[in-house]
């Protein structure tokens, strides 16, 4: 069935690093992809999504690129910051319009 | 917009008792969603409805859940004789009419409800 492996954490930066989370996925068909992000406290909210194969999502200074070949749609982003410090969740849209999460990254960004 | 809401926001209850959560979606979203979230784990999906119809019901975790959506507005989720196993975040999102692709519609999520069974 469809499926996402992202990188476990904690991952701990320091401020202005850049930033790498992993994510893979299992699905048939092209599904939609997502970055969901959780500050401390707060509700899930999306951060980006692509839907096609090559498609860039970007927002906020993070981006990802939905890559067929590799199954793969990497968080990345050159400068984190302290308020960046939340759980980042990988996902896929299944076939029932539902997401299919990955366990999430806990990101902590260090000053 | 108010965004989507859940109420309670934290609920403790005793092994055996009923609970019932209730979801306010944004006005005019035809798809609701409702997800688990353990500790550690990303959330994980229990049902969904368009409009009032409940197009999934086999995810959810047992015969003691279920969930309604009476009007097609607010729905709930109902567990009966929790369980300690049921400690956990319930959440509910909605979203727009589906589009063309299949599962590229964004989900906006509430706040959550979190349930402690003791």
């Known amino acids: 069935g469809n499926s996402v492996t992202q990188m476990e954490g904690p991952v701990t930066l320091s401020e202005e690093a850049f930033l790498t989370i992993n994510c893979t996925y299992t699905?048939?068909?092209?599904?939609?992809l997502f970055w969901y992000v959780q500050y401390p406290g707060e509700g899930l909210q999306l951060l980006l999504k692509a839907t096609k194969a090559d498609d860039k999502g970007s927002n906020k200074g993070f981006e990802a690129t939905y890559r067929k070949e590799t199954t793969s749609f990497h968080l990345e982003k050159g400068s984190v910051q302290v308020s960046d410090s939340a759980v980042y969740f990988c996902a896929l849209g299944g076939s029932q319009g539902n997401l299919i999460f990955g366990k999430g990254t806990k990101l902590s960004v260090k000053p | 917009d108010t965004g989507v809401s859940q109420d309670p926001r934290h609920k403790i209850t005793k092994r055996g008792q009923n609970v019932t959560f209730r979801c306010d979606p944004i006005s005019e979203h035809n798809r609701l969603y409702w997800y688990r979230q353990t500790l550690g784990q990303g959330p994980e999906f229990l049902t969904y409805?368009?409009?009032?119809?409940?197009?999934?019901k086999s995810r959810l975790l047992s015969d003691r859940f279920s969930a309604e959506r009476p009007k097609g507005s607010f729905s709930t989720l109902e567990i009966q004789r929790t369980e300690q196993g049921d400690s956990a975040m319930y959440l509910c999102?909605?979203?727009?009419?589906?589009?063309?692709?299949?599962?590229?519609?964004?989900?906006?999520f509430g706040p959550g409800t979190r349930l402690t069974v003791l």
């Open positions: 699905a048939t068909g092209y599904p939609s």
């Open positions: 999102a909605s979203s727009p009419r589906w589009g063309l692709s299949r599962a590229g519609d964004t989900q906006y």
């Open positions: 409805f368009q409009n009032e119809a409940q197009l999934e």
